[in-house]
């Protein structure tokens, strides 16, 4: 039943979504096209004031694929799960678990996308023979130096570990403000704005707890220091990820525990 939500839900959410991207994209291979007019030619004042328009459009672009993206992630939460739509989504005959695992899988991936799109973006901006030359080189140096360093290629999967659950996370914590504000009778959005403030403090504050006992401190202070050993810095290495890791998963769960709780004891539709 979980595939089939998710299914449904991606159907649902690519209908605005795959139309961003594409335009983000779009508006990019545009752009590459007015940074090669431009680039040391004269032109008309239209046609400069043009290339200016396009270009605003693209950093424009840049930063509202992201709040986009986490509007409509928010909004699909809201609207299915805590307004007039659960009183349909709540009576399926699937548990409370799998509609939450639903919204938060989805989410997590339309954030990947996101920000692939806008690398993928800034890349298209900037193509040409030179740049391809460039990504070449970059690619062929990660390879060598992966296949002779081990560590390397271990930093390179922890990270991209650490974004995914990051990515999960923040979904979590979107959905369990949401969750207690829309619990209350009236202002539910500034409710849910409040909570997600306060989920915000309570997570930096047990970062801070975490940087004192574990070895984050010791790792910010070994990286100012003038020689690296690789050995030395993967052993520091592990325990900020290990450390990171730990607290996400904490905040996740505790999160899902506030959704599942709130979807369950504390619903209110009205």
Known sequence: MLGKLMKHELRATSHTMLP???????????????????????????????????MVLFFVGIFAIGLVTVYMMVRRFRDNLLRDEGYIMHTLPVSVHAQIWTKVLVSALWYALASVTIVAAVVLLT??????????????????????NGQIAEIVVECLAMLVLASVTMSLSFDAALSVGHSFA?????????????????????????????????????????????????????????????????????????????????????
Request: aromatic share 10%.
């Open 127 to 148: 193509f040409n023979a030179e740049t391809l030359k460039v990504i070449g080189d970059l690619f062929k140096t990660l390879f060598i130096v992966t296949r002779s």
């Open 186 to 270: 009236r202002h539910k959005m500034a409710a849910s704005v409040a909570a997600y403030i306060g989920l915000l403090i309570l997570g930096q504050i047990a970062l801070s707890c975490a940087a004192r006992l574990t070895v984050m401190t010791n790792f910010y202070g070994y990286l100012d220091a003038s020689f690296v050993d690789i050995y030395e810095f993967m052993t520091y290495w592990r325990g900020i990820c290990g450390a990171n890791a730990g607290l996400m998963i904490l905040e996740g769960a505790v999160c899902y525990g506030i959704t599942a709780y709130f979807l369950k004891r504390r619903l209110n539709l009205e």
């Open 20 to 54: 961003i991207i594409g335009e983000m994209l779009l508006v990019a291979a545009v752009g590459n096209v007015c940074v090669r007019l431009g680039n040391g030619h004269d032109l008309p004042a239209a046609v400069s004031l043009i290339i200016t328009l396009v």
